[in-house]
């Protein structure tokens, strides 16, 4: 035969080793495409994802593709940007993440990004926000008295030039920030104070950096009983519906500036302001929607651990009242307004009073309730 030909009485062992040779080829074959961390079984896998994912994500953009800004909500917005609450970013690295895994576990999460615009629990707890604290730019000015050259006594200027950065309303209205300074003498006690001048200046509507450029004149002051003076200044905000909020403040000892004594040139300070965090009470509320009925239920229970301001006279009992205002949600604008019951001659007490303002489906995320505790003045 031809085999016996070339090889000659050998043939029949070739034959034999040639058939062991590709069996063995053939089962290493296999076993490298079927093993994992194989070099064959890399390669397949590989490919597939591939394919995977371009299927995957042809799908998901057709289904998802089309969301838009303008789409997402009211609250959504009110809650916080897309990019403050990181929703956006932290889903765009879980997607690059998953690219290895199945079609439906990639749009599970896809969906799950358009969920997040206003879920708060799944951000991380340990990254801080980064906030800008409010700063102050003053002016501060002696003018020796210039008729009386021994006199110590002078004129001090102080000059309210600007703000920077003003914290937001809790609710979204139009913000009129003003501020009130006040010079204070302190006893060497340090524990009363006296207001010996006070003055404000005008608010300025619809900004949070306000320049101001006001000053305020106090004659006959003398270096020598200004030591123990300081500079108290707040930061109002004028509310129109409720009392004025404060939102920041600022202390100053003079002897801390003690250099607008020796030289008389306007001298220009930048201060932080320390933000303003009162609170006057605890009000509990029942809140109940009916969307078959559009009906919204404000439920007012009871007030507890109420604080006062000042200027709020408790010799006698309090005829006290809450005012529920419905406003819009952007503009800050008046819809409605209801009231509960008054209680005579308390200082606290329990209303148990339901209030009930027709609301459609549609306006729940355009509308924002305002609280607000009053007073009634008797032969008002």
């Known amino acids: 035969m031809f085999y016996e030909e070339i090889f000659g009485p050998l043939s029949g062992i070739v034959l034999i080793v040639f058939g062991i040779i ?13 093993v994992p961390k194989c070099c064959g079984y890399e390669l397949l896998r590989k490919r597939k994802n591939e394919e995977n994912k371009t299927i995957c994500m042809s799908q ?3 289904q998802h593709g089309n969301i838009k800004l303008g789409d997402i909500s009211y609250r959504s917005w009110r809650l916080g940007s897309l990019y403050d609450n990181e929703s956006i970013y932290r889903n765009g690295e879980s997607l690059r993440e998953s690219f290895g895994s199945n079609c439906a576990e990639l749009e599970s999460k896809k969906t799950l990004s358009s969920l997040n615009l ?11 926000v980064k906030e800008f604290p409010t700063e102050l730019t003053l002016s501060l000015q002696f003018l020796p008295t210039i008729d009386e050259p021994r006199s110590t006594e002078g004129k001090l200027i102080i000059g309210i ?32 104070k006296t207001v010996l001048h006070n003055f404000r200046t005008r608010g300025i509507r619809h900004t949070v950096n306000p320049v ?6 106090i004659a006959d002051a003398s270096p020598y009983i200004m030591k123990d003076w300081s500079l108290s200044l707040s930061v109002f905000d004028h509310d129109r519906y409720a009392n004025h909020t404060e939102l920041s403040t600022l202390q100053i000892p003079f002897k801390n500036v ?18 303003s965090n009162q609170e006057f009470g605890n009000i509990l509320l029942a809140i109940n929607y009916l969307p078959t009925a559009e ?60 209030l009930t303002f027709a609301l459609s489906p549609y306006q729940l995320d355009t509308v924002q309730f305002l609280l607000i505790l009053c007073n009634k003045i008797p032969n008002y």
Request: overall charge positive; charged content about 25%.
């Open 161 to 192: 030039e600007a703000l920077f950065n003003l914290p937001p309303k809790q609710y979204n209205c139009a913000i009129e920030p003003y501020v009130v300074v006040k010079i204070i003498k302190q006893s060497w006690t340090k524990k009363e």
């Open 22 to 34: 590709t069996i063995l080829s053939v089962l290493i074959l296999i076993v490298c495409f079927s």
């Open 295 to 354: 009906r919204l239920s404000i439920t007012v229970v009871k007030l507890r651990n109420l604080k006062y301001l000042p200027t709020t006279n408790l010799s006698t009992k309090l005829n006290l009242y809450v005012r529920v205002l419905m406003l819009h949600g952007k503009t800050g604008r008046k819809i409605r307004k209801k009231k509960t019951k008054v209680l005579h001659a308390m200082t606290e007490g329990e209303f148990n009073d339901t």
């Open 60 to 62: 998901v953009e057709q």
């Open 118 to 128: 206003v879920n708060f629990s799944n951000q991380k707890q340990t990254k801080k």
């Open 258 to 275: 003690n250099k607008i004594f020796t030289n008389p040139e306007k001298h220009i300070f930048n201060y932080r302001m320390k933000r």
């Open 212 to 217: 101001y450029r006001e000053t305020f004149i």
